[in-house]
């Protein structure tokens, strides 16, 4: 049996899984896989950079399926305002997605010790608990379940009856409450709303602080397809003298994140040279945007730039991002809230948090 392979769908878990793997000692050290998942993230060339690596023994690509591709089970998901019928619908999803998603699902997950997986509201989590594989359950994004406890925003009503059910694999829900997921890693329990016996803390910050000179370098040439490149450019401009902005796939109106970022930089970044970060999950052509800014190019995590010397910005601006508590090279970080968006979009996309 070979020891254990992490589920990954953003930059961001994959950033997290080469910092918990270079943190292991003696026996628990190398024979790990890392499967990258398709769903939700473009990952290019980080699969072949992370075979170059030589981190992970196997890196798989996992074509997951979003439930839209699935069109006959789209009548399971309607409301019906009637418990009943809704548990009933709740019960055939549950087990006709899994199915649905075997075809996809071409890793073996049965021949590892420890199965790792971020996000399993993904079909992975599902096809997990119907194929009856314990697996470790890994937080999303840095202290995410702050902004979104998606166990609970899921599940509004009858919670406690349907967590039970959970427990028993007659439906499921992600988050530490499916039969089969042993644990779940987190960063900080003291920021969240609600609380999950199976919640295990795991702070992150410790983990990137452990890493040597040679893994910090692995670091950025595993995430940037040309690391020098990259570096030289950014050392020119990001000298102090700067803004970082970093965008977000939010609001699902492109013309709105258009005009947000057009609004952040005229409303705080005048008289300073604007560096954009786009997020991962961020198509918008922001040089084509705004030429007069420097976009950094390339996919990668935000926190990858702490390990860059010499990079140090005046201010770091985003709007709802956890990740700016992990940031180490700005004097200023300024988090707008997730109530900036109210005047972009209806607040009810994006306010999670009276869950």
Same mark, same amino acid.
């Given at each position: 049996?070979?020891?254990?392979?992490?589920?990954c769908?953003?930059?961001?878990?994959?950033?997290?899984?080469?910092?918990?793997?270079?943190?292991?000692?003696?026996?628990?050290?190398?024979?790990?896989?890392?499967?990258?998942?398709?769903?939700?993230?473009?990952?290019?060339?980080?699969?072949?950079?992370?075979?170059?690596?030589?981190?992970?023994?196997?890196?798989?690509?996992?074509?997951?399926?979003?439930?839209?591709?699935?069109?006959e089970?789209?009548?399971?998901?309607?409301?019906?305002?009637?418990?009943l019928?809704?548990?009933?619908?709740?019960?055939?999803?549950?087990?006709?997605?899994?199915?649905?998603?075997?075809?996809?699902?071409?890793?073996?997950?049965?021949?590892?010790?420890?199965?790792?997986?971020?996000?399993?509201?993904?079909?992975?989590?599902?096809?997990?608990?119907?194929?009856?594989?314990?697996?470790?359950?890994?937080?999303?994004?840095?202290?995410?379940?702050?902004?979104?406890?998606?166990?609970?925003?899921?599940?509004?009503?009858?919670?406690?009856?349907?967590?039970?059910?959970?427990?028993?694999?007659?439906?499921?829900?992600?988050?530490g409450?499916?039969?089969?997921?042993?644990?779940?890693?987190?960063?900080?329990?003291?920021?969240?709303?609600?609380?999950?016996?199976?919640?295990?803390?795991?702070?992150?910050?410790? @983990?990137?602080?452990?890493?040597?000179? $040679?893994? !910090?370098?692995?670091?950025? =040439?595993? +995430?940037?397809?040309?690391? #020098?490149?990259?570096?030289q450019?950014l050392?020119?401009k990001?000298?102090?003298?700067?803004?970082?902005?970093?965008?977000?796939?939010?609001?699902?109106?492109?013309?709105?994140?258009?005009?947000?970022?057009?609004?952040?930089?005229?409303d705080?970044?005048?008289?300073?040279?604007?560096?954009?970060?786009?997020?991962?999950?961020?198509?918008?052509?922001?040089?084509?945007?705004?030429?007069?800014?420097?976009?950094?190019?390339?996919?990668?995590?935000?926190?990858?730039?702490?390990?860059?010397?010499?990079?140090?910005?005046?201010?770091?601006?985003?709007?709802?991002?956890?990740? @700016?508590?992990?940031?180490?090279?700005? $004097?200023? !970080?300024?988090?707008?809230? =997730?109530? +900036?968006?109210?005047?972009? #979009?209806?607040?009810?996309?994006?306010?999670?948090?009276?869950?």
């Open positions: 049996m070979k020891k254990r392979i992490y589920v769908h953003t930059f961001y878990n994959v950033y997290v899984t080469l910092l918990k793997e270079w943190n292991l000692t003696g026996e628990d050290r190398g024979e790990a896989d890392i499967a990258l998942s398709t769903i939700s993230t473009d990952f290019s060339g980080l699969k072949e950079r992370l075979e170059k690596s030589g981190v992970f023994e196997k890196v798989f690509t996992l074509e997951e399926k979003k439930d839209s591709a699935f069109p089970l789209a009548k399971y998901k309607k409301s019906y305002h009637n418990i019928r809704h548990l009933l619908n709740r019960i055939l999803y549950t087990k006709k997605l899994a199915r649905r998603e075997e075809p996809y699902m071409t890793v073996d997950f049965k021949q590892y010790r420890d199965v790792y997986v971020y996000c399993d509201s993904d079909p992975i989590g599902y096809y997990l608990n119907y194929k009856h594989i314990y697996y470790h359950a890994m937080e999303d994004g840095l202290d995410c379940l702050k902004y979104l406890d998606g166990a609970h925003y899921d599940n509004r009503g009858h919670f406690r009856l349907k967590a039970l059910l959970s427990s028993w694999n007659v439906i499921f829900i992600q988050n409450y499916g039969k089969y997921c042993l644990d779940m890693e987190i960063n900080d329990l003291s920021c969240l709303r609600h609380t999950c016996p199976k919640y295990k803390v795991v702070p992150r910050k410790p @983990l990137e602080l452990a890493l040597n000179s $040679e893994q !910090k370098r692995m670091m950025l =040439d595993i +995430f940037m397809e040309d690391a #020098e490149r990259f570096l450019e050392g020119e990001a000298s102090g003298d700067c803004i970082l902005f970093l965008t977000q796939p939010h609001p699902q109106s492109e013309e709105a994140r258009r005009q947000i970022c057009h609004d952040i930089i005229r705080y970044c005048q008289g300073y040279h604007v560096v954009i970060k786009p997020h991962p999950r961020d198509l918008i052509d922001y040089e084509k945007l705004r030429p007069d800014c420097t976009v950094i190019k390339g996919k990668f995590p935000v926190e990858v730039l702490n390990f860059i010397e010499g990079v140090r910005f005046k201010k770091v601006i985003s709007i709802a991002t956890t990740a @700016l508590d992990t940031i180490d090279f700005a $004097e200023e !970080k300024i988090n707008l809230g =997730d109530t +900036f968006w109210d005047k972009y #979009e209806d607040p009810e996309n994006h306010n999670w948090r009276s869950v």
